[in-house]
């Protein structure tokens, strides 16, 4: 087994997921100048945001992230979740301020998931849990497909897109209980601010979010 994972390696090299620089033996996940230079945010990133009350991410949407996502969601690069839930769990660990009960995820339409494969936020969710002791549970659902919000440019557009284009499974799930809700990216914040509300509505008492990466 060691031998071939030394063959594996050899023919494989494994990559920093935001550079593509080869690791070293010395390097953990990242390469040592991705390691000192991603665009880090301070203070986790905290945001506000309709109806829910805070969210953070550790890293912002720019350069090497945005390549590195970009790969993550539309390149097949689904492995990438493993590095990417480390560095939410310590995110979401630094700030007190997220607390929760249960740890869910904005999902892909089921029309969106065969076309790319996999939910990124599903893996990233789970990803996150691992490493915070702890599992996803989906809670989600979203039954229709919708234009693509990467392709609106105006916070408007944005909502009036994604109205309406999220239930709850369960409300047993959720009824009483602080959510955490993860996607990869936050921008306008319209999806999380929607997905909120529906929690909300369906009886969760706060949803706090944490997503990998901010604008």
Request: charged share 25%; proline share 3%.
């Amino acid at each position: 087994m060691r031998l071939f994972s030394l063959l594996l390696d050899l023919l494989f090299p494994p990559k920093c997921i935001f550079c593509g620089r080869v690791l070293h033996k010395a390097d953990d996940e990242l390469c040592e100048k991705c390691t000192e230079s991603l665009p880090y945010t301070d203070y986790g990133g905290m945001q506000e945001g309709d109806y829910f009350d805070i969210s953070v991410s550790p890293l912002y949407y720019k350069g090497v992230v945005r390549k590195s996502l970009l790969r993550y969601k539309f390149g097949n690069a689904s492995a990438y979740a493993d590095t990417y839930g480390k560095m939410l769990a310590d995110c979401i660990i630094e700030n007190p301020d997220v607390d929760y009960d249960i740890i869910t995820w904005v999902p892909l339409s089921s029309k969106r998931r065969r076309s790319r494969g996999y939910d990124q936020a599903m893996l990233l969710a789970q990803a996150t849990a691992l490493n915070l002791d702890d599992v996803a549970v989906q809670t989600l659902n979203k039954p229709d497909d919708v234009h693509a919000q990467s392709d609106l440019s105006s916070v408007a557009e944005r909502r009036a897109n994604i109205s309406g284009a999220y239930e709850v499974l369960d409300e047993g799930l959720v009824d009483g209980k602080s959510v955490l809700l993860i996607d990869d990216i936050i921008t306008t914040g319209s999806t999380l601010s929607e997905c909120a509300k529906v929690l909300l509505e369906a009886g969760a008492s706060r949803v706090m979010c944490a997503t990998l990466a901010r604008k």
